[in-house]
């Protein structure tokens, strides 16, 4: 992924559920750590960057869904690796997340 200083890329992101219980935006089971699509965007200099997007719908075990993450700005020109998963916020990442290298440039 390319991208210059200053802009944001917009990342089509297919989830799974693979779990026996639904994410879900509304009810009290994760709450008060949502469940999101998140990234960790990191280029070993500046400080890490972390990004999220809430789930479009509650999302069932077995389904699957694609959702938009919105990345950036970056404002420093470098090779970053953006970790990209779900995560259930204070608690954990989920498993079977990608890693992404981008490259910013001025």
């Given at each position: 992924?390319?991208?210059?200083v200053?802009?944001?890329?917009?990342?089509?992101?297919?989830?799974?559920?693979?779990?026996?219980?639904?994410?879900?935006?509304?009810?009290?089971a994760f709450?008060?750590y949502?469940?999101?699509?998140?990234?960790?965007?990191?280029?070993g200099v500046h400080?890490?960057?972390?990004?999220?997007?809430?789930?479009p719908?509650?999302i069932?075990?077995?389904?699957t869904d694609?959702?938009?993450?919105?990345?950036g700005?970056?404002?420093?020109?470098?090779?970053y690796t953006?970790?990209?998963?779900?995560?259930q916020e204070?608690v954990?990442w989920?498993?079977?997340?990608?890693?992404l290298?981008?490259?910013?440039?001025?």
């Open positions: 992924l390319h991208i210059d200053g802009t944001r890329a917009y990342l089509d992101i297919r989830v799974v559920n693979r779990g026996s219980t639904a994410w879900s935006r509304a009810t009290q709450l008060p949502p469940v999101n699509i998140g990234a960790v965007a990191s280029d400080p890490t960057t972390n990004y999220r997007s809430v789930l719908r509650d069932g075990p077995g389904e694609i959702m938009t993450l919105k990345v700005p970056f404002r420093h020109a470098g090779r953006l970790q990209v998963g779900v995560v204070h954990a989920f498993d079977g997340g990608e890693t290298q981008v490259v910013v440039t001025d």
